[in-house]
């Protein structure tokens, strides 16, 4: 009685274990392509990206470079104050988007230009992402709002 008792909690355990490591692969698997790392132009020029590698570049739109050209495609460079890099995207962009606001954009590196497919702005006068102001802070650039 003893030994079946002890085997039928070996079987749970076990069972229990085998359902735990397939639903952490299969979170990991639905959640292969959702993943995008944020990082900043200076840790771009650091470290360069691969070419298909998705990720999301965040700083402030650089003074002078937004250029519109044939239909949607727009073409300007976004700054952390240590790296720029020249960035084009097809598309609408968001009402607020403008030169010296901060952005985030997600897609990828070709030929050293950052080619994104979707483009965010702050929505306020106050907000910046976190991962923005964080990255703005390290270069010694970050301008408090209202100031």
Do not use: C, W
């Amino acid at each position: 009685m003893k030994n079946l008792k002890k085997k039928r909690r070996i079987q749970i355990l076990l069972m229990t274990g085998f359902a735990l490591a397939l639903s952490t692969a299969l979170i990991g698997y639905g959640m292969r392509d959702g993943i995008n790392f944020f990082r900043a132009p200076s840790q771009i020029a650091a470290e360069p990206p691969s070419p298909d590698e998705v990720f999301r570049l965040g700083g402030l739109v650089e003074a002078g470079t937004l250029q519109r050209g044939q239909g949607e495609t727009v073409t300007f460079a976004v700054t952390d104050g240590g790296a720029t890099i020249p960035v084009r995207f097809t598309g609408v962009l968001p009402d607020l988007f403008g030169e010296n606001k901060g952005m985030v954009g997600t897609g990828s590196m070709v030929d050293g230009v950052f080619v994104a497919r979707e483009i965010l702005a702050k929505h306020d006068e106050n907000y910046m992402p976190k991962e923005v102001t964080d990255a703005l802070k390290e270069q010694g650039v970050y301008r408090a709002p209202n100031s």
